[in-house]
């Protein structure tokens, strides 16, 4: 799948889910997997697995929504500019 940057960025600017949602609307993106893979693009893509049910699209993207609202992949960049 194709990662849209200026989405990245986009999202990256979200902090909170109803802005995530929106965020994904205005670039015409509905596909739950789709979503998935760009919060974890705009995490700065962490290795992330799922030991449960792999077709579980709907817990999976519910899953990284909420690391991703946590912010704190926002840390992980900051860390990666200080060189740690």
Sequence with gaps: MDINK???GALQQCD??????????RFNISNSCQKTDHLIGAMGDPKVFF???ENDIEGRYS???SM????????NKLYG???L
């Design 51 to 53: 030991a449960q049910n």
């Design 81 to 83: 500019r200080m060189g």
């Design 16 to 25: 909170t889910k109803d802005l995530v949602e929106d965020t994904f609307s």
């Design 6 to 8: 200026i989405l990245i």
């Design 63 to 65: 899953t990284i929504l």
């Design 68 to 75: 991703f609202l946590t912010g704190e992949w926002k840390m």
